[in-house]
């Protein structure tokens, strides 16, 4: 099987591992690397090899585009300094931490230890957000745990950047060290700001939506290329501050709502290849790592994933619960009372340090040589022990994170009322612009009609919001309306399709129609 045929079968088989993990209502990084890893020592299926220099530059920019897209630059702010203490101090610290088990209990050279720490030192808690957003946990919690794995990113791999020189090169200087991860990983966020701030604003005069959903998705990599390659900074922190800026100015600057939506679901196809792709990869490639480990028994390199693994989740829990018996110099250092939150709180914090699709990509991007052309030392033993924190934080971890919540009893905050109000917020400033005279040429009827849909629509928000948007009264009310509409709706779908089946409209025609209806319908949910 070529390299193309492998790639479609495995961009299928995560799909159906996905769908899988769906049905059994288990997040799906679990089956994708248990399948990946299934699917590795299926005989006579070739591994799929990716050449390491292409991991970050295919990966990464859109996977950290997405997720800085969607966070809230002024929530971040809110809880800046936990943030900062998470992204940066804990992240450093775990990386000293695991260099310091690997170096003296499994016995790797100092720069391939630091390599190993820097993978594993930022967490992923894609999948943690999902279990939040089911169960519903302190809003304060997933902010500060979405922020920590934004900027975290981008500790930990420029801090990857330097330990890899350092093993490639044979030079490395603590003081030289210092001042290029602070010129690096500042001047990323600068240039990725910059460019946010210079290219956004021509964005606004693409009209076509194909052309805009591919300029989405370029502009992420000509970010990361021109910060990486050119200005030599960090292109993740570029990736993220730029993802930031047009996060928060795209509904403005893009008004268009179909481009939006289509470039929306673009993305959520994009991204979930990708994510999958790497998880599934990873597995897929185990048996040849294994091969790569002659040296190693099958038990001491499980021991030496033990130790680390257990590296990671105590540096990760000691930071939650011994750095808050220092909170008077906390406090008086950085004015925060961050670390006089609640031990639950905490608990779920620490327990949510899921490593992920970043580190797999870092650890699969380690160079297979040195500069004086020797092989990069203890390459396979580095992506081995990767491979198990992540199998070991996605199966103990992610499937022991919802009972976790369960039995801490936290008190869900629904943002239900907070959406009603927009909306309501929304319906009335409509309302008012119909009051005003427009000078436009439109039927005072179908002024009355729309006069009339606003009016029903603030009735409904206005009762949810009484209601508190989560009674049973209301919610039943909502449903039957729902299903209400869906039905006229399907009337109206079916109607178009008899007269498509009977050739009195084209299939042209019935798409647009149908197009129409669909989003129609998809405003239901809402």
Request: hydrophobic letters at 50%.
């Amino acid at each position: 099987m070529h390299a193309v045929e492998s790639l479609i079968f495995l961009l299928g088989a995560a799909a159906l591992l996905a769908q899988l993990a769906r049905t059994l209502r288990v997040p799906y990084p679990v089956f994708l690397v248990l399948g990946g890893l299934a699917i590795g020592f299926v005989p006579g299926l070739p591994a799929l090899e990716i050449p390491p220099g292409v991991i970050f530059l295919v990966f990464l920019p859109p996977l950290l585009n997405y997720a800085a897209f969607f966070s809230s630059p002024r929530e971040l702010r809110a809880h800046l300094r936990p943030i900062a203490f998470l992204a940066i101090v804990l992240v450093l610290l775990t990386m000293v931490a695991v260099a310091l088990v690997a170096h003296l209990l499994i016995g790797t050279p100092w720069g391939v230890s630091f390599v190993l720490g820097a993978i594993l030192a930022p967490t992923d808690p894609v999948t943690a957000q999902a279990v939040f957003g089911r169960l519903g946990v302190p809003g304060r919690v997933r902010t500060i745990i979405e922020g920590e794995s934004l900027v975290n990113d981008g500790t930990g791999l420029v801090a990857y950047r330097i330990a890899v020189a350092a093993v490639v090169t044979g030079a490395f200087s603590i003081w030289e060290a210092g001042l290029d991860f602070l010129l690096v990983g500042g001047g990323g966020l600068l240039v990725g700001l910059v460019l946010g701030w210079v290219v956004l604003p021509l964005w606004a005069r693409v009209r076509d939506p194909s052309i805009f959903i591919a300029l989405s998705l370029l502009t992420a990599y000509a970010v990361y290329v021109l910060a990486e390659e050119v200005l030599h900074v960090s292109g993740v922190l570029a990736v993220v501050s730029y993802g930031l800026y047009r996060g928060w100015r795209d509904p403005r600057i893009f008004p268009d709502a179909s481009t939006r939506m289509r470039n929306i679901s673009f993305w959520g196809v994009l991204i979930f290849l990708l994510e999958s792709m790497l998880f599934v990869l990873i597995g897929q490639q185990l048996p040849a790592i294994l091969e790569g480990l002659g040296e190693y028994r099958v038990a001491e390199v499980l021991l030496y994933g033990v130790l680390v693994y257990g590296t990671l989740v105590v540096a990760r829990f000691a930071w939650f619960f011994v750095v808050p018996s220092l909170n008077p110099v906390f406090d008086r250092l950085l004015h925060s009372g961050y670390m006089q939150s609640p031990w639950q709180e905490r608990l779920l914090m620490g327990w949510s340090g899921m490593r992920g699709a970043v580190s797999l990509a870092a650890a699969l991007a380690v160079p297979m040589s040195t500069s004086g052309g020797g092989a990069f030392p203890e390459r396979d033993l580095i992506v081995f022990l990767t491979f198990f924190a992540i199998l070991a934080t996605l199966v103990l971890q992610v499937l022991t994170l919802s009972p976790l919540i369960s039995a801490l009893r936290f008190e869900g905050e629904s943002n239900r009322v907070e959406e009603l109000e927009a909306r309501l917020e929304g319906a009335r400033a409509a309302l008012d612009r119909l009051e005003q005279p427009d000078g436009e040429e439109v039927p005072q009827s179908a002024k009355e009609r729309m006069r009339e849909q606003y009016e029903e629509r603030i009735e409904r928000y206005e009762a949810g919001i009484e209601a508190g948007g989560t009674t049973e009264e209301y919610s039943a009310s909502s449903a039957a309306w729902r299903a209400w509409r869906r039905g006229l709706i399907a009337a109206e779908r079916e109607a178009v399709l008899s007269k498509r089946d009977t050739g009195e409209i084209s299939p042209e025609v019935m798409r647009r129609v149908l197009r129409d209806l669909d989003l129609e319908d998809s405003r239901l949910d809402g």
